[in-house]
């Protein structure tokens, strides 16, 4: 792995940061001088991110609850006074759920969209108030979002919402300079896949149609977030980077 100094002094507002993939891009961003504003509902998972990051640099760990309105507006405004600015967004929080359509119900997709959905629009909404000109968001949403998966069908429409909405964020705010992208992950093993239960499937088969590439990990997708957040994507915006290996094949 190739590490830069790309964000020296960057302050970066990163939700998520608690487990899997955020904590991934937690270290990642710390590496390259970046300084972190960790969110998460999880307190001991924000714990052992400072942890990993351990003594790297910069990350101040924070408690929320991303579908909760007022701790969003509260996040934000933490975020600015202790890192004296806000430069960057990531919003990685999110949750799974695998449920056959016949059981389908008003909580799964409510929750769903709670989390993945109202959480990242306000953080986008939020954040806006503060990014400067050369601001970038980056957005988590799934191979799902543009791709069958059985059982998923309430995540993965949450998914197509994220990306939906970010496109569309990303035309409204490029007049302003401010760059809008989506990260796309395939199946990444994380605590959240480990959960995951295909009912009715091999999960070797699922696997191979899944990811002909096999299973990702948690720091490839943390190297194209920051490849996103990056100087290096200065004429990316509004587009899907699905880091899927090999799914859409
Ligand atoms: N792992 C995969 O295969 C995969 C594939 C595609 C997309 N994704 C997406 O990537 C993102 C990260 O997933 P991961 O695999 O690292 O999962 P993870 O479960 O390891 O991490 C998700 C983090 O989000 C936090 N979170 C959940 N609900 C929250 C809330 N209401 N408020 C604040 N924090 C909350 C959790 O506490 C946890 O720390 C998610 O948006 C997920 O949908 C993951």
Redo the contacts with the bound molecule.
Sequence with gaps: MVITDRFTGTAVLL??A?????RATAVRLVAEGAHVFA????EA?LAGTVDAVSGAGHIVAHV????DEAAVVAAVDAAVADLGALDVLVN?????RTTPIERLTVDDLRTLFD??VV?TALFCREALRHLPEDGVIVN?????ASHGNPFMTAYSAT?GAVLAFSLSLASEVIGRGVRVLVV?????A????AAVRFEGLDPAYYARIVSPMGTGK?EQIASTIAFAASRDASYLTGVDLRVDGGSHI
């Design positions: 939700t998520g608690g487990s899997g993939i955020g969110v998460d509902a999880d998972g929320a609850d991303v579908s990685v929080a999110g949750i799974h989390v993945n959480g988590t949403a799934s191979s799902s998914k796309s992950p395939g199946s990444t994380t605590p959240l896949t948690p």
